[in-house]
């Protein structure tokens, strides 16, 4: 996807205008259907600037969102807590806190500050003690949020904690983490078998 050139005008790389009968270039974008949020990016949609201008007129950000969600979405500090490459539980050193495990950021901002200091000491040691897994299983244990200490009984016991957080049957019918559980037990099934676990 290019740079925008000017005013959220993108190149369209031969990409036509979705808007049913146009021929125009789709330079522009607007939100698809999937939002953006805790599974990733989402979907965008490619219009002409006379389309996206009809699309931004009649659009409704808070569609589908019950009154809870609308006063949530409409909270001075939402979205602060969504998870991106720079926050992921680990950050790349072992035992660092989770936004999300915070209610106030600066809370959250000061523990991880706290932490890194605390761990950087021991982060050769815990670069080395990472060689024992294939890149692989790292990955999977970032995503199940386990340390290279980890051991058999500890991510069994990490497995249970987040099947429970993610699973519909579990935490009350909630199936907005279902791309996340998918990718716990994509993790786990690596690591169960994995050599550094024998």
Not at 13 to 31: L, N, T, V, W
Not at 60 to 73: K, P, T, V
Not at 129 to 134: G, I, S, W
Request: hydrophobic letters at 35%.
């Amino acid at each position: 996807m290019g740079e925008a050139r000017f005013h959220g005008r993108y190149d369209s790389h031969g990409r036509a205008c979705e808007a049913p009968g146009c021929q125009e270039e789709g330079e522009f974008r607007a939100p698809g259907e999937r939002r953006h949020g805790f599974d990733g990016p989402g979907e965008w949609r490619w219009f002409c600037l006379d389309h996206v201008r009809d699309f931004n007129a009649g659009y409704n950000f808070f569609a589908g969102m019950d009154s809870e969600e609308i006063i949530a979405a409409q909270s001075p500090v939402a979205g602060w807590q969504t998870e991106v490459r720079a926050f992921r539980p680990t950050a790349g050193i072992d035992g660092l806190p989770r936004w999300s495990d915070f209610t106030d950021p600066l809370d959250a901002i000061g523990a991880r500050a706290n932490q890194i200091r605390r761990t950087a000491a021991g982060s050769v040691a815990a670069r080395e003690e990472f060689v024992r897994f294939t890149p692989r299983e790292r990955d999977a244990l970032t995503v199940m949020g386990l340390g290279a200490k980890a051991d058999r009984h500890g991510l069994r016991r990490r497995y249970s904690e987040l099947v429970r957080q993610y699973h519909p049957d579990r935490n009350g019918g909630d199936r907005r983490h279902e791309a996340r559980l998918q990718q716990v037990v994509e993790a786990y099934q690596l690591l169960r078998k994995a050599a550094a676990f024998a």
